[in-house]
């Protein structure tokens, strides 16, 4: 089957415009919502760590699908623009976010309008599978964020070849040739899941019991028990643009 993204992702989300359709959706409704809390709190540490509140500041989230993360900075005070592929997810994110502005595109096809104090981009670039579409992508939403500000993208950080056909991962070195040349630095790499978001093998059945593996994540993830990138886990990457928003020479 051929991807086309903006089909797959409107018809996904016209069908089932909940975490589901961003998230698995094989499995249930509180399965994914334990794993988009669990996401929330690795995003909340995050910013606490590089000490950047986003209340009063401007945030763009990339890929806004059903609206989880516009309404997690709302709550935090920040203005919110949303930008996502899917007309459907942008028909209704209107409706129900008056306060947020969104955008319907690509952005692996063209620069995004203004800048950013946050870019927040959770497993969206790695479901852009063209490799000169992706360095596009990921270039532009660079290109997106103020001096000092940051970009928040998820990935494994390592290439795979088993991959479904609307995924496909990338190692850290191709984020840090692109971000390197944009002037930026990685300041932070921080798995979001352990458990969860993730094939269990034999012991799928604990998947039915999200409240389990959402509570044996958190102490997983307190105490450093993850594995990180050596497992192929889910993981945050915080990049910060330099405070002058010039670019070095080009790396590698």
Known sequence: MTYRPREFWEQLLS?????RGTGETGLSLAYNRACYALRGETLDRALAVQGLDPRGRRVLDVGCGTGFWVERYLRRGA????????????????????????????????????SYAIVNAFDVLYHITDDARWDRALAHLAAAVEPGGLLLVTDTFVGADDEADHNRMRPLAAYRRVLGAAGFTVADLR???????RPLGAFRFLNR????????DRALLAAGLHGGVARRTNTLMVARRSD???????LG
């Open 15 to 19: 069908e089932q415009f909940d975490l």
């Open 79 to 114: 203005e919110v623009t949303g930008i996502d592929i899917a007309p459907t997810a942008i028909a209704r994110l209107r409706d129900r976010f008056p306060e947020a502005r969104f955008m319907l595109a690509d952005v692996g096809e063209a620069p995004i309008e203004g």
């Open 191 to 197: 798995p979001t899941h352990v458990l969860l978001n």
């Open 209 to 216: 019991a999200p409240a389990l593996l959402l509570a044996v």
């Open 244 to 250: 002058t928003g010039s670019a070095p020479v080009r």
